[in-house]
Every structure is written in C-alpha cells, then in structure tokens.
C-alpha cells in the first residue's frame, strides 16, 4: 500500500518526511474570538486574508493561487485535493491510533512582523521558566502545548503524542492516506536471533 495517489512507493524516511510540516508555519496570523477560532479577514476583492494580507483557506491555512496549503516560505506542503471540508487538514495519528486535529494540539501566538515565526511568551513558575501561549497554556518550543512532563496534548488535556516520542519537540505526521507501520519505529526486537527466520 502507498501514498494515495501514488504511483511509486516512496522509500523509507521519506515516506513519512514527505508530510512532516510545522503547523504554525503554515497558519495564517490571526487574532482569535471566544471559541478559540481565528478570525480571518477579507480584501476588496473577497479573498481570504490573515492580518499580515496573506490569502488563506476558509480554515486559516496559507494557501497558493491554487488553494494548495502552503508554509511561510511559499513552499507548497498540501494539494488541495488532501484537503477536508473548508479546506482544513484530515485527521492524524499517533503511534496508538488515536484520531487528532493538529489545531487541537497547537498554541496561539503573535508573530514576528517580518519572519512571520511565532514569537515565544515566558512565564516564571516555581523557579522554572516556562513557555507558553497567549491563552496562558503552557507550550514546548514548536507551539504545541504540552502537560509538565513535555508531552503534546490537545486542549482538553489528554495525551496525544508522549515526549519521548517526539524528534526536536515536533511529533510525527502520520495521515490516513500514509503508509505506516509502528515497526518502523520500534523495529524487530522480538526476533529470536539465535533461530533462523
């Protein structure tokens, strides 16, 4: 089985690394209502625009010309045809099969007017500094917020990616139109190596 419509199976990293994106990267700039939802403007023309006059999907993803998502750096990280209702992300994955939206595990920051990256809040808290967002949730590095022992959690606390299962404080993307077997990760260390297969 390989990527959705693919032709060629894709070797091994790069069947996963072909979707590993940083979500604050490609998230418009925006300042959020009640609900926690990003309120997106419109220019004179009727598209869709965050507040630094980037177009945007009806979701709030940076989109092309093309409505393919897209990062800060103009390089196109989804196709539109991947894309849900809205022009949102489908759901991912993590090593235990649990269904999550990638902005239920991400914080809400301003960013820098120029390279457009999330700029990080400090807080102190019992001698130790910690990040967090502007709803005063606590975050790693990257924007994803995260319990006290650093693993990601979605919004309403429960544990979606642990720490140690995260490769520089970005966990994996694995979407249902991947090729994945948790094997890849953990490896053969059942085999009996004193027996032939």
């Not at 060629?8 to 700039?29: A, D, I, M, T, W």
């Not at 209702?85 to 090593?95: A, R, S």
């Amino acid at each position: 089985m390989g990527l959705a419509g693919s032709q060629v199976e894709l070797p091994l990293p790069y069947r996963l690394e072909k979707h590993n994106f940083s979500p604050q990267q490609c998230l418009g700039n925006f300042d959020y209502d009640e609900r926690d939802k990003p309120i997106v403007l419109k220019d004179r023309d009727g598209h869709r625009i965050d507040k630094n006059l980037r177009r945007v999907n009806a979701a709030g993803w940076l989109i092309d010309r093309d409505d393919n998502i897209i990062n800060h750096h103009g390089e196109t990280q989804f196709c539109k045809e991947q894309l849900k209702d809205k022009g949102e992300l489908p759901k991912l994955y993590n090593f235990e099969g649990k269904e999550y939206k990638i902005k239920s595990v991400i914080g809400q920051f301003e960013r820098d007017k120029r390279t457009k990256e999330i700029i990080l809040r400090y807080r102190a808290k019992k001698n130790k500094q910690t990040i967090c967002d502007l709803q005063g949730r606590r975050t790693n590095a990257k924007g994803y917020l995260v319990d006290e022992k650093g693993n990601i959690v979605d919004k309403g606390g429960d544990l979606i990616w642990r720490s140690h299962e995260l490769i520089n404080d970005e966990p994996m993307k694995i979407f249902e139109f991947m090729e994945f077997s948790l094997n890849w990760i953990k490896g053969h260390l059942d085999h009996d190596v004193t027996q032939n297969p």
